[in-house]
Each structure stands twice: as C-alpha cells, then as structure tokens.
C-alpha cells in the first residue's frame, strides 16, 4: 500500500519552513568566522571572547525574548519567521507589516492576516535589498547630495516621520489607552537622553509590554 501524503495546514508549512530557514542562516552566520580561521589558520582568543560574551549576552537574550512574545503576535508566525531571518524589525518591517495589514482589514492572528504580513514583509525585505544594490553602485556619485547639510534635517527625521504617520493611525483607535504609554516613552526618553542613541529597538518591546499591562488593567476596571 502506498503511504498517503499527509498535505500540510498552511501554519504547519510555515512552522517548518520558518525553523529551516532560521537554522540555516545561523549556520551560515556561524560558518564565516569559521572559514576564515581556517583559511588563515588561527583561532580566537577564547579568553577574551568569554569575557566579551558575558558582557553582552545576557542583554540580548532578554531583548530577544522579549522580541519574539511583542512581534510574533503583531507580526503572525510567517512575518515573525522572514523578520528575524531579514533584520530591521521595528524601524521597517514592524511598520509595513502593520500598515499592509490595515489597508486589507486583516489580524495577525488570521490566516488572511499572516498571508498579508509574510507577503508585505517580504516585498520589504526585496525593495530593501534592490536599494541596497543601488546604493552600493551609486555611492560614490551620490555621496555629495546625501552628506549635504540641507537633506541633514529630513534624513534626521525619517524614522520618527515614519512611525508618527503609523502612531496617529493606532492612537485615534484608541485614544485612552495610548495616553500612558505616550507618557511613560516621553518622560523616559526626555529624562534619560543616553536612550536616544542606541537602545530605541530595545525600548519598543518594552512599551509594548506596558501598554498590554495598561490595557489589561484598564479592561478589568471597565475604562475600555
């Protein structure tokens, strides 16, 4: 008797291809250094990259835990999967993903959603990657219009731009339970100025888990 094919759901594929695809790029991350060493013939001072690794590793183990309870859900599994493996989540990914979704009336947690945030991702990552390609080759010819001082102020602000255009779409929605959060992001970033430069990816799951304690709260005493 011949096996039957067992056909899978359409999570279950992206389940599999996800991990595939993630164990694979860690593998070719980790297969570089690797080359090169034996290429040259030399070995790291393990010493050192001890010492380096307890410096940083336990920081980037709780944003990267925190990142995947605070995007998966916004983002669904197959956004989830091609956001980690493609990088910049929250300042570009995140932000598509949540737009396209929008325009198509669609959740995360749907699998019209999850098809809508892995396509919208992926076109991001393709648009990205072709912009880089034209960067690379334009560099040189265009590095004088883009260090000028009067596109300085615009550059500088393309991030906030970008989310603020998003940020008016999701506050409207709910007016009442952006307050808090707003506030407790103003005040920190105010109050703290060393948070402008270098911790804003960090700082994004972070509002995301207060706004959910927020809301939870705020729920249960009925305000929303």
Not at 149 to 167: C, N, R, S, V, Y
Request: net charge positive.
């Amino acid at each position: 008797m011949k096996k039957e094919k067992v056909q899978l759901s359409y999570l279950d594929s992206v389940h599999r291809d996800g991990k595939i695809w993630g164990f694979s790029i860690l593998a070719i991350i980790l297969l570089f250094p690797t080359i090169l060493c034996l290429i040259f013939n030399v070995l790291p001072n393990f010493e050192a990259l001890g010492k380096g690794l307890i410096a940083v590793l336990p920081m980037y183990w709780a944003v990267g835990l925190v990142e995947i309870f605070t995007y998966v859900p916004m983002l669904g599994a197959g956004g989830a999967y091609l956001s980690f493996v493609t990088g910049n989540i929250s300042n570009l990914k995140l932000p598509c993903a949540l737009d396209a979704m929008e325009k198509a009336g669609v959740k995360a947690t749907t699998e019209e959603g999850e098809i809508i945030s892995t396509i919208s991702i992926a076109v991001s990552s393709i648009v990205t990657t072709i912009i880089i390609i034209l960067g690379v080759i334009l560099i040189v010819p265009l590095t004088p219009v883009l260090s000028s001082e009067t596109l300085k102020p615009a550059f500088d602000q393309l991030i906030p731009a970008l989310f603020g255009g998003l940020g008016v779409v999701f506050v409207a929605k709910n007016v009442k339970l952006a307050i808090l959060p707003c506030a407790l992001m103003l005040i920190l970033f105010i109050a703290i100025p060393a948070l402008n430069a270098g911790t804003v990816g960090i700082m994004v799951p972070v509002s995301v888990i207060f706004t959910i304690i927020v809301a939870r709260i705020m729920y249960k005493k009925g305000i929303i």
